[in-house]
């Protein structure tokens, strides 16, 4: 589904496209489709009203953010003024990606590999204000959830039903997916199966190069060392959409030195 924003009148936009603030005045409202998520807003008197629904599966049934809940589902926040600005942003996953290569590979020691990954966005609803405050996040996509690691030492990830691509095309941008860089580097002295690896999502930000999205790069290195990968993060956008302009930042900074497992030497466990 392509994006696209239905105005009622009252309600005022003050950016192109999804993102962005929407002025709502008493009597106001306005849908949004990105991509298979629906979200439509509505000022009623002193409370902003939030729907959001899903594409139709094949039974006919709409999901919402609400489980059970039919496609009319309101949720209501009390919200005082003439008029209050309800902002639209993209976030990245709170948890871990676990995707899989288009086609597995190796890298030989001393081989640097570019991929990248499409990554469904969530969708931040934000009242503003003085101190802007995080109403919603919904994902533009339902991931399940998975375990990277093993039983001891792992954790809680989402499984994305993604392939990692050695190369892009204008076809593979959509307005609810984030392209991802990534940059694997075999620092070991042994042959590198990349079959499946961890994508750490909550420490990216996101970049708008014209209608496309773009997570800034990110570069592991693999050294065969127990406490996982190094793994660096630049914090400008990629070379590929050099100049455009933030949109989101990360939700968590990245830590100095991180180091995290992020090529898999064991079976995750999907269907939680």
């Given at each position: 589904?392509?994006?696209?924003?239905?105005q009622i009148p009252g309600?005022?936009?003050?950016?192109?496209?999804?993102?962005?603030?929407?002025?709502?005045?008493?009597?106001?409202?306005?849908?949004?489709?990105?991509?298979?998520?629906?979200?439509?807003?509505?000022?009623?008197?002193?409370?902003?009203?939030?729907?959001?629904?899903?594409?139709?599966?094949?039974?006919?049934?709409?999901?919402?953010?609400?489980?059970?809940?039919?496609?009319?589902?309101?949720?209501?926040?009390?919200?005082?003024?003439?008029?209050?600005?309800?902002?639209?942003?993209?976030?990245?996953?709170?948890?871990?990606?676990?995707?899989?290569?288009?086609?597995?590979?190796?890298?030989?020691?001393?081989?640097?590999?570019?991929?990248?990954?499409?990554?469904?966005?969530?969708?931040?609803?934000?009242l503003a204000g003085p101190?802007?405050?995080?109403?919603?996040?919904?994902?533009?996509?339902?991931?399940?959830?998975?375990?990277?690691?093993?039983?001891?030492?792992?954790?809680?990830?989402?499984?994305?039903?993604?392939?990692?691509?050695?190369?892009?095309?204008?076809?593979?941008?959509?307005?609810?997916?984030?392209?991802?860089?990534?940059?694997?580097?075999?620092?070991?002295?042994?042959?590198?199966?990349?079959?499946?690896?961890?994508?750490?999502?909550?420490?990216?930000?996101?970049?708008?190069?014209?209608?496309?999205?773009?997570?800034?790069?990110?570069?592991?290195?693999?050294?065969?060392?127990?406490?996982?990968?190094?793994?660096?993060?630049?914090?400008?956008?990629?070379?590929?959409?050099?100049?455009?302009?933030?949109?989101?930042?990360?939700?968590?900074?990245?830590?100095?030195?991180?180091?995290?497992?992020?090529?898999?030497?064991?079976?995750?466990?999907?269907?939680f």
């Open positions: 589904m392509t994006e696209n924003r239905t309600a005022v936009a003050q950016a192109e496209g999804p993102w962005g603030a929407i002025d709502l005045p008493v009597g106001a409202s306005t849908e949004l489709d990105i991509g298979p998520l629906g979200v439509a807003l509505r000022r009623e008197r002193s409370e902003l009203w939030i729907a959001v629904k899903r594409e139709l599966d094949g039974s006919g049934a709409a999901a919402t953010h609400n489980e059970g809940a039919t496609e009319n589902a309101w949720t209501r926040w009390a919200a005082a003024g003439e008029s209050i600005q309800a902002r639209i942003s993209p976030a990245l996953a709170d948890r871990p990606l676990v995707v899989a290569p288009e086609v597995p590979f190796r890298l030989a020691p001393g081989i640097t590999a570019r991929i990248y990954v499409r990554i469904p966005l969530w969708v931040r609803i934000t101190t802007d405050v995080v109403l919603l996040e919904e994902p533009t996509v339902v991931m399940s959830d998975t375990w990277w690691g093993d039983l001891g030492t792992g954790e809680l990830a989402y499984w994305l039903p993604t392939r990692a691509r050695r190369e892009v095309d204008d076809t593979l941008f959509e307005p609810h997916l984030v392209m991802c860089p990534l940059v694997l580097e075999n620092e070991s002295e042994d042959t590198l199966p990349v079959e499946k690896l961890a994508i750490r999502v909550m420490h990216m930000s996101i970049f708008r190069s014209g209608s496309r999205l773009w997570a800034n790069q990110t570069l592991v290195r693999y050294e065969d060392e127990p406490e996982g990968s190094r793994i660096d993060m630049a914090e400008r956008p990629p070379t590929e959409a050099a100049g455009a302009e933030l949109l989101s930042s990360p939700r968590e900074k990245i830590p100095r030195g991180l180091r995290a497992t992020t090529f898999a030497k064991f079976k995750s466990i999907t269907g």
